[in-house]
Each structure stands twice: as C-alpha cells, then as structure tokens.
C-alpha cells in the first residue's frame, strides 16, 4: 500500500499570499496518477488537480499541481478566502488508493 | 448537474447493520463506476469499496471485507452500501463518488455531502 504523507498540517496564511502544499509517497506513483481535492465542512469535497498537473473542470488557474514520482505540490498562487479548506492528495494508480492526511489552510 | 445525495446513516449498536444509499441525479448513471469513501474523525480518507457501471465487479478494502457489500440499481439511480457486523471503528462519514470516466485508473470528479455513521452502544 503507497502512503501519502502530506506537509504541512495546518498551514497559517493571510488572502492574497501564496500556498504550497506538499504529499509525499512512499513508493512512486504509477503514471503520476495523483489527484488534489478540496474539502470544506459540510460540504461535499471538490475535485481540483488529476494526473498531477492537469486542472479539473471549471477550477480557476491560480490552483496548479505539479510533481512527478514520489514528490508532489499543490500551489494555490493567490489565497482567496472562499479558498481555506481541507487539502487532500490521492494517489489512483494502484490498489489501493489511498489518501494523505490532509493539509489544512487556515486564515492568519 | 450532478448530484450526489446520500443517506441512511444513523447510530447503531456494535454488531448491528445499517444499509446506506446514494442517489444520484444530472447524468448517466449506468455509465459511471462509483464508490464509497469514508473519512473517520481525525483520520484521512479512505476508500472502502468500489463498483464498476454495471455491477459486475466490486472492490472491498480489508477493512470491510466480508461484512460490507456495495450494489447498484441502475433502473434507480441509485448506488448502496450494506453494512453488517459493524463495529466502532466503522464510525465516520460515508461519502458517495463517482468516477470520472477516463478510461483507465481514474480519480473521483464528484462527491456527495456524505452520511454520519455512529457505531456506539
């Protein structure tokens, strides 16, 4: 089983800065198949970023994931405040799939 | 536009079963894998089974196999989960998800709001 390790916890940032999120993997992850999602209480979670780097539909470009192997980021270039959320990674390569623990952005 | 609502869930005693359901509206649900996923408190996500279009092939983590079986109605639009002998760390929120459909291994593209599932005497 590939774990996901995600950095940081809880990340303390202000609108307007930039955020990056990290998830890391034990083993590599077949064809980079890597997904990002966002989830806010109550609500249903949101998929943004699969195989890596590619933006699901309607997600604006100031989300973008990049990475490859074990190493993955996802960078959000300029927090708006519907943006602070739960972040979680998946990895869909290989059974079975599994999650990170999730990184939490939080307003300063 | 795709919906995805869940229900079903509720407290229930340790050994006791509860059948969660999933209906889904705004596309073709006969074309779509989908699947169950569910998060404990302060735990990550995890995949607990899975279903493919059709219904003819199912996955189950370890964690639930031999206790969880998921099926599909089709005719219903409708996606289910039955879970016996549960247990207290079966406690968390059930979530349904769909597929996206790629072609190959796929993420999921939508979610619903997920279900409270109690395990607890």
Request: aromatic share 10%; proline share 4%; with cysteine.
């Amino acid at each position: 089983e590939i774990v996901l390790t995600q950095s940081p916890g809880t990340l303390s940032l202000s609108p307007g800065e930039r955020a990056t999120l990290s998830c890391r993997a034990s083993q590599s992850v077949s064809s980079n198949y890597l997904a990002w999602y966002q989830h806010k209480p109550g609500q249903a979670p949101r998929l943004l970023i699969y195989g890596a780097s590619s933006r699901a539909t309607g997600i604006p470009d100031r989300f973008s994931g990049s990475g490859s192997g074990t190493d993955f980021t996802l960078t959000i270039s300029r927090l708006e405040p519907e943006d602070f959320a739960v972040y979680h990674c998946q990895q869909y390569g290989s059974s079975p799939k599994t999650f990170g623990q999730g990184t939490k952005v939080e307003i300063k | 536009e795709v919906q995805l609502l869940e229900s079903g869930g509720g407290l229930v005693q340790p050994g006791g079963s509860l059948r969660l359901s999933c209906a889904a509206s705004g596309f073709t649900f006969s074309s779509y894998a989908m699947s169950w996923v569910r998060q404990a408190p302060g735990k990550g996500l995890e995949c607990v089974s899975d279903i493919n279009n059709s219904g003819g092939r199912t996955y189950y983590a370890d964690s639930v196999k031999g206790r969880f079986t998921i099926s599909r109605d089709n005719s219903k639009n409708t996606l289910y989960l039955q879970m016996n002998s549960l247990r207290a760390e079966d406690t968390a929120v059930y979530y349904c998800a769909r597929y996206q459909n790629c072609g190959g291994d796929c993420p999921f593209d939508y979610w619903g709001q997920g279900t409270l599932v109690i395990v607890s005497s």
